[in-house]
C-alpha cells in the first residue's frame, strides 16, 4: 500500500476529478506521480496546489486508496470531506482557510469605514458551494448592523462588469466581494472596477489590497497551499491522510491600502487596527 500510494499520490484543486492510470513504468522505481487539476485559470493556479470540496468530493468517490490533499474555503467537516477535523478518516486531508466563515467580520469592517452607507452590494459567485452560508451570515451582520445589501450575482467577466453597472445605477456606497476562487483569479479586474467607479470595497485575500483594493481581510492563500504541500512530502514518506489532522489558517490580517484610500477620500477610524498598510 505504501509503495503505491508513493505512486500514486494525487493533489487536485476544481469542479472535477480525474484519475490517472498508472503507466507501464509504475513497475519499476520512480519518482511519485503528482497529479493536478485546477478550476481557476493557469495563470491564476500557477503558484498553487490545491482541492476545493467539489473536485475531493469527486476524488474520493473515484479513487478511495488514492491520498488526496485539499484546500478548502469550507469546513471540510460540514461539507463531508473527512469525518472531523483532527481525525480526518478516509483517504483525504488538507488545509481549512478560514474565508466563508469571515463574511460577516468583513461587513462590519467595511461599515465602520464608510459608516454613513445604509446600502451595501455584496457580489457572490452562484455556483460557489459556499455562496448559501456566506450570504446567511452576511444577512445577519447587516441586520445587526442596520444595513440593507443588495446581493448581486456574477460568475464570468461579463457578469462582473454587469454587477458593477448596476451598482452604479443604484448609486450604491460600498461593496463586499465574498470569497470565491473565480473571484479571487479576477481580481485585478475587480479592483480595477472599483478603482473607476470610486466604490470602497473589502476583499477576502490579502493579495486584493496588494493589488490596489482599499481593504482585505482573511487568511493569506499561501499559508494554506504551503501546509498542503507539507502533507504531500509526508504522505509521501509513509504517513496516512487519515492521521493527519486538518490544518487551519489562524493568521487573520486586516490589509489596508493607503494610497487607494486617499483617492476616494476616506480616512481610517482609529478603532481600525491593520495588520499591514500599503502605502
Not at 479513487?63 to 478518516?89: C, H, Q, W
Amino acid at each position: 500500500m505504501c509503495d503505491m500510494r508513493r505512486r500514486e499520490f494525487i493533489t487536485l484543486l476544481g469542479s472535477t476529478a480525474a484519475a490517472w492510470p498508472l503507466p507501464a513504468r509504475a513497475q519499476q522505481p520512480a519518482m511519485p506521480v503528482i497529479g493536478f487539476l485546477s478550476a481557476r485559470s493557469p495563470y491564476g493556479s500557477v503558484p498553487h496546489a490545491a482541492v476545493t470540496p467539489p473536485a475531493a468530493l469527486a476524488a474520493k468517490a473515484a479513487a478511495k486508496t488514492i491520498p488526496i490533499v485539499f484546500t478548502t474555503m469550507l469546513d471540510p467537516a460540514k461539507v463531508g470531506l473527512v469525518e472531523s477535523l483532527n481525525r480526518p478518516g478516509g483517504n483525504a486531508t488538507g488545509a481549512y482557510t478560514l474565508a466563508t466563515s469571515l463574511e460577516g467580520k468583513r461587513l462590519e469592517l467595511l461599515h465602520e469605514v464608510v459608516p454613513k452607507v445604509a446600502r451595501i452590494a455584496v457580489l457572490v459567485n452562484p455556483h460557489f458551494w459556499g455562496t448559501e452560508l456566506e450570504l446567511k451570515d452576511l444577512h445577519e451582520a447587516a441586520r445587526i448592523l442596520g444595513l440593507e445589501l443588495l446581493v448581486l450575482e456574477a460568475s464570468s467577466e461579463g457578469g462582473i462588469t454587469a454587477a458593477f453597472a448596476t451598482i452604479v445605477e443604484q448609486r450604491i456606497g460600498a461593496l463586499l466581494v465574498a470569497s470565491d476562487p473565480f473571484f479571487f483569479d479576477q481580481r485585478e479586474q475587480l479592483v480595477a472596477l472599483t478603482a473607476r467607479h470610486a466604490i470602497p470595497a473589502i476583499f477576502f485575500f490579502p493579495e486584493f489590497a496588494l493589488a490596489g483594493g482599499l481593504m482585505a481581510y482573511g487568511t493569506r492563500l499561501a499559508d494554506s497551499y504551503r501546509q498542503a504541500g507539507v502533507y504531500v512530502g509526508r504522505i509521501l514518506k509513509g504517513e496516512k491522510p487519515a492521521d493527519l489532522p486538518i490544518q487551519q489558517s489562524t493568521k487573520i490580517e486586516l490589509i489596508i491600502n493607503l494610497k487607494t484610500a486617499q483617492a476616494l477620500g476616506l480616512t481610517f477610524p482609529i478603532t481600525l487596527f491593520a495588520n499591514e498598510v500599503i502605502e
